[in-house]
């Protein structure tokens, strides 16, 4: 079911934090608020919200992703020839770069490019 807004994909991130058997640990926990509240202003809904392979929390979008650990968030573009990864370094409370904020999935719809 899709999101309506922001609040109920914050919502769905607290509920995989609370009910994983993994514990999270609260820096990631609070990379991924920060993550969120990166994302409110400009982007677009994302598709999903799960559980990472690790303790670490996935926002899904149709050919993009994030995946945030405790010391990083890693961003993937599934809409290329060849999956491209990269990651951007974060701690709690710090400032996202103008090259991750730029390549957010847009409100208008489009894709964001570094």
Known sequence: MPFKDWEEVATAAES???????PFSRETIENARDVLAGCRCTSLLPNGVEKGYWSTLCLIWDKFELEIFEDR??????????????????????????????????????????
Do not use: C, M
Request: proline share 6%; charged share 20%.
């Open 16 to 22: 995989v934090f609370s009910t994983s058997d993994e």
């Open 73 to 114: 968030v890693e961003v993937y573009h599934f809409d290329q020839p060849q999956l491209q990864v990269w990651y951007e370094q974060h701690t709690p409370g710090q400032e996202f770069s103008s090259r991750f904020l730029g390549e957010l999935p847009k409100a208008s719809g489009e894709a964001g490019t570094a």
